[in-house]
Protein backbone atom coordinates (compact mmCIF):
# COMPACT_ATOMS: atom_id res chain seq x y z
CA UNK A 1 0.00 0.00 0.00
CA UNK A 2 1.18 3.18 -1.26
CA UNK A 3 2.03 5.70 1.55
CA UNK A 4 3.10 8.82 2.71
CA UNK A 5 3.97 9.92 6.12
CA UNK A 6 4.28 13.38 7.91
CA UNK A 7 6.34 13.40 11.20
CA UNK A 8 3.49 14.57 13.58
CA UNK A 9 -0.41 14.46 13.67
CA UNK A 10 -0.70 17.83 15.96
CA UNK A 11 2.12 20.20 16.60
CA UNK A 12 2.44 23.17 18.95
CA UNK A 13 4.79 26.22 18.73
CA UNK A 14 5.53 29.80 20.38
CA UNK A 15 6.16 32.60 18.06
CA UNK A 16 9.45 32.68 16.53
CA UNK A 17 10.58 29.77 17.35
CA UNK A 18 12.00 27.34 14.08
CA UNK A 19 9.58 25.03 13.17
CA UNK A 20 10.46 21.45 10.90
CA UNK A 21 7.99 19.61 9.28
CA UNK A 22 9.01 16.34 7.93
CA UNK A 23 7.38 14.30 4.89
CA UNK A 24 7.89 10.93 3.71
CA UNK A 25 7.29 8.76 0.62
CA UNK A 26 8.04 5.60 0.03
CA UNK A 27 6.33 5.15 -3.66
CA UNK A 28 9.66 6.51 -5.44
CA UNK A 29 7.75 9.55 -6.65
CA UNK A 30 10.27 11.97 -8.27
CA UNK A 31 7.88 15.34 -6.54
CA UNK A 32 6.56 15.90 -3.51
CA UNK A 33 4.32 19.06 -2.73
CA UNK A 34 3.41 21.27 0.27
CA UNK A 35 0.47 22.93 0.91
CA UNK A 36 -1.81 24.42 3.51
CA UNK A 37 -5.12 23.74 3.86
CA UNK A 38 -7.28 27.25 5.95
CA UNK A 39 -11.09 26.91 6.06
CA UNK A 40 -12.79 28.24 3.10
CA UNK A 41 -9.75 29.03 1.72
CA UNK A 42 -9.23 25.08 0.05
CA UNK A 43 -5.75 24.48 -0.31
CA UNK A 44 -2.91 26.50 -1.39
CA UNK A 45 0.89 25.52 -2.61
CA UNK A 46 3.49 26.18 -0.90
CA UNK A 47 6.50 25.00 -2.34
CA UNK A 48 7.26 21.89 -4.48
CA UNK A 49 10.22 19.77 -5.42
CA UNK A 50 10.75 18.20 -8.81
CA UNK A 51 13.87 16.02 -8.18
CA UNK A 52 16.11 16.07 -5.17
CA UNK A 53 17.68 19.24 -4.51
CA UNK A 54 15.40 20.83 -6.77
CA UNK A 55 12.64 23.44 -5.73
CA UNK A 56 9.84 25.90 -6.95
CA UNK A 57 7.95 28.22 -5.20
CA UNK A 58 4.41 27.58 -5.53
CA UNK A 59 1.35 30.56 -4.76
CA UNK A 60 2.36 31.14 -0.81
CA UNK A 61 6.18 30.73 -0.17
CA UNK A 62 6.81 33.52 2.31
CA UNK A 63 7.96 32.84 5.35
CA UNK A 64 8.52 29.20 4.50
CA UNK A 65 11.72 27.29 3.31
CA UNK A 66 11.73 23.44 2.01
CA UNK A 67 14.78 20.73 1.92
CA UNK A 68 15.22 18.14 -0.45
CA UNK A 69 18.00 16.02 0.03
CA UNK A 70 16.56 12.40 -0.14
CA UNK A 71 13.96 11.71 -2.45
CA UNK A 72 11.97 10.27 -0.31
CA UNK A 73 11.66 13.13 2.22
CA UNK A 74 10.57 16.66 1.52
CA UNK A 75 10.68 19.28 4.73
CA UNK A 76 8.92 21.92 5.54
CA UNK A 77 10.76 24.96 7.18
CA UNK A 78 9.41 27.97 9.22
CA UNK A 79 12.66 29.96 9.81
CA UNK A 80 10.34 31.87 12.54
CA UNK A 81 6.88 30.85 13.41
CA UNK A 82 4.46 33.60 13.31
CA UNK A 83 0.60 33.11 14.40
CA UNK A 84 -0.71 33.79 10.59
CA UNK A 85 1.05 30.23 10.45
CA UNK A 86 -1.12 28.23 12.56
CA UNK A 87 -2.74 26.03 9.87
CA UNK A 88 -3.62 22.31 8.74
CA UNK A 89 -0.02 21.25 6.51
CA UNK A 90 -0.56 18.45 4.34
CA UNK A 91 2.07 16.93 2.25
CA UNK A 92 1.85 15.32 -1.13
CA UNK A 93 4.12 12.73 -4.07
CA UNK A 94 3.28 11.97 -7.58
CA UNK A 95 4.72 10.47 -10.39
CA UNK A 96 6.38 11.96 -13.18
CA UNK A 97 4.31 10.38 -16.81
CA UNK A 98 5.17 11.90 -20.11
CA UNK A 99 7.60 14.46 -18.46
CA UNK A 100 4.38 15.99 -16.24
CA UNK A 101 4.06 16.37 -12.48
CA UNK A 102 0.47 16.25 -13.30
CA UNK A 103 -1.05 12.83 -12.40
CA UNK A 104 -2.55 11.91 -9.46
CA UNK A 105 -0.99 12.97 -6.30
CA UNK A 106 -1.28 11.06 -2.60
CA UNK A 107 -1.09 13.08 0.05
CA UNK A 108 -0.26 12.71 3.93
CA UNK A 109 -3.04 12.70 6.91
CA UNK A 110 -1.35 15.94 7.40
CA UNK A 111 0.11 17.79 10.71
CA UNK A 112 -2.05 20.29 12.59
CA UNK A 113 0.68 22.87 13.52
CA UNK A 114 -0.56 25.70 16.09
CA UNK A 115 1.98 28.37 16.41
CA UNK A 116 1.02 30.61 19.95
CA UNK B 1 -4.55 30.76 -16.03
CA UNK B 2 -5.92 27.88 -14.65
CA UNK B 3 -8.89 28.19 -11.73
CA UNK B 4 -11.15 26.39 -9.85
CA UNK B 5 -14.75 27.25 -8.98
CA UNK B 6 -16.59 25.22 -6.86
CA UNK B 7 -19.80 26.19 -6.66
CA UNK B 8 -21.63 25.67 -3.02
CA UNK B 9 -19.35 25.49 0.16
CA UNK B 10 -21.71 23.50 1.75
CA UNK B 11 -24.31 20.87 0.19
CA UNK B 12 -26.79 18.66 2.53
CA UNK B 13 -28.78 15.94 1.24
CA UNK B 14 -31.07 12.93 2.54
CA UNK B 15 -29.71 9.62 2.48
CA UNK B 16 -30.70 8.48 -0.92
CA UNK B 17 -31.13 11.53 -2.05
CA UNK B 18 -28.94 12.23 -5.30
CA UNK B 19 -25.13 13.49 -4.48
CA UNK B 20 -24.30 16.45 -7.27
CA UNK B 21 -21.31 18.77 -6.48
CA UNK B 22 -20.37 21.64 -8.98
CA UNK B 23 -17.20 22.45 -10.29
CA UNK B 24 -16.07 24.72 -13.02
CA UNK B 25 -12.43 25.28 -14.25
CA UNK B 26 -10.34 27.76 -16.49
CA UNK B 27 -7.33 26.42 -18.36
CA UNK B 28 -5.85 27.67 -21.24
CA UNK B 29 -4.28 24.37 -22.03
CA UNK B 30 -6.45 20.54 -22.39
CA UNK B 31 -7.19 20.59 -18.73
CA UNK B 32 -6.50 16.84 -16.17
CA UNK B 33 -9.25 17.25 -13.78
CA UNK B 34 -9.68 15.26 -10.52
CA UNK B 35 -11.99 15.35 -7.22
CA UNK B 36 -10.41 14.40 -4.13
CA UNK B 37 -11.90 13.53 -0.59
CA UNK B 38 -10.87 14.43 2.51
CA UNK B 39 -13.17 12.39 5.69
CA UNK B 40 -12.14 14.25 8.84
CA UNK B 41 -8.61 14.07 10.07
CA UNK B 42 -7.46 12.36 7.36
CA UNK B 43 -5.69 13.84 4.14
CA UNK B 44 -7.18 13.82 0.92
CA UNK B 45 -7.82 10.62 -1.29
CA UNK B 46 -8.30 10.37 -4.73
CA UNK B 47 -11.69 9.95 -6.05
CA UNK B 48 -11.76 9.99 -9.88
CA UNK B 49 -9.47 11.63 -12.32
CA UNK B 50 -10.21 12.81 -16.17
CA UNK B 51 -6.79 13.12 -18.30
CA UNK B 52 -8.32 12.04 -21.84
CA UNK B 53 -10.69 9.80 -23.63
CA UNK B 54 -13.89 9.25 -21.96
CA UNK B 55 -15.76 12.21 -20.69
CA UNK B 56 -17.67 10.31 -18.12
CA UNK B 57 -14.97 9.14 -15.66
CA UNK B 58 -15.68 6.46 -13.07
CA UNK B 59 -14.34 6.74 -9.08
CA UNK B 60 -14.74 5.10 -6.13
CA UNK B 61 -17.20 4.53 -3.71
CA UNK B 62 -20.14 5.20 -6.51
CA UNK B 63 -19.41 8.39 -7.96
CA UNK B 64 -18.87 9.55 -11.29
CA UNK B 65 -18.11 13.11 -13.07
CA UNK B 66 -18.43 14.00 -16.76
CA UNK B 67 -16.16 15.93 -18.50
CA UNK B 68 -18.03 19.04 -20.53
CA UNK B 69 -15.18 21.26 -22.13
CA UNK B 70 -18.20 23.43 -23.63
CA UNK B 71 -19.64 23.82 -19.79
CA UNK B 72 -16.32 24.10 -18.97
CA UNK B 73 -17.15 22.11 -15.89
CA UNK B 74 -16.74 18.58 -14.33
CA UNK B 75 -18.92 18.34 -11.66
CA UNK B 76 -19.71 15.54 -9.37
CA UNK B 77 -22.30 12.51 -9.03
CA UNK B 78 -23.67 9.79 -7.13
CA UNK B 79 -27.44 8.50 -7.24
CA UNK B 80 -27.66 7.84 -4.00
CA UNK B 81 -25.64 9.28 -1.02
CA UNK B 82 -25.01 7.20 1.66
CA UNK B 83 -24.14 8.52 5.15
CA UNK B 84 -20.90 7.38 5.15
CA UNK B 85 -20.36 10.02 2.29
CA UNK B 86 -20.24 13.00 4.30
CA UNK B 87 -17.04 14.93 3.98
CA UNK B 88 -15.23 17.59 2.18
CA UNK B 89 -14.70 17.33 -1.72
CA UNK B 90 -12.35 18.62 -3.55
CA UNK B 91 -11.95 19.47 -7.41
CA UNK B 92 -8.55 20.64 -8.80
CA UNK B 93 -7.48 21.13 -12.49
CA UNK B 94 -3.41 20.70 -13.57
CA UNK B 95 -1.42 23.40 -13.68
CA UNK B 96 -0.48 25.24 -17.20
CA UNK B 97 2.86 24.09 -17.09
CA UNK B 98 1.91 20.24 -15.95
CA UNK B 99 3.77 20.51 -12.25
CA UNK B 100 1.37 20.85 -9.93
CA UNK B 101 -2.51 21.13 -9.04
CA UNK B 102 -4.64 23.76 -8.39
CA UNK B 103 -7.45 23.32 -5.70
CA UNK B 104 -10.93 24.48 -5.33
CA UNK B 105 -11.91 25.83 -2.13
CA UNK B 106 -13.79 22.67 -1.14
CA UNK B 107 -17.29 21.75 -0.69
CA UNK B 108 -18.83 20.21 2.29
CA UNK B 109 -21.15 17.45 1.96
CA UNK B 110 -23.44 16.89 4.71
CA UNK B 111 -25.59 13.74 4.47
CA UNK B 112 -28.85 13.66 6.87
CA UNK B 113 -30.83 10.27 7.71
Known amino acids: DVKVTQSSRYLVKRTGEKVFLECVQD?????MFWYRQDPGLGLRLIYF???????EKGDIPEGYSVSREKKERFSLILESASTNQTSMYLC???????????????FGPGTRLTVL | AQSVTQLGSHVSVSEGALVLLRCNYS??????LFWYVQYPNQGLQLLLK??????LVKGINGFEAEFKKSETSFHLTKPSAHMSDAAEYFC???????????FGKGTTLSVSS
Open chain 1, 92 to 106: ASSATLGGRAWDEQF
Open chain 2, 27 to 32: SSVPPY
Open chain 2, 92 to 102: AVSNQAGTALI
Open chain 1, 27 to 31: MDHEN
Open chain 2, 50 to 55: YTTGAT
Open chain 1, 49 to 55: SYDVKMK
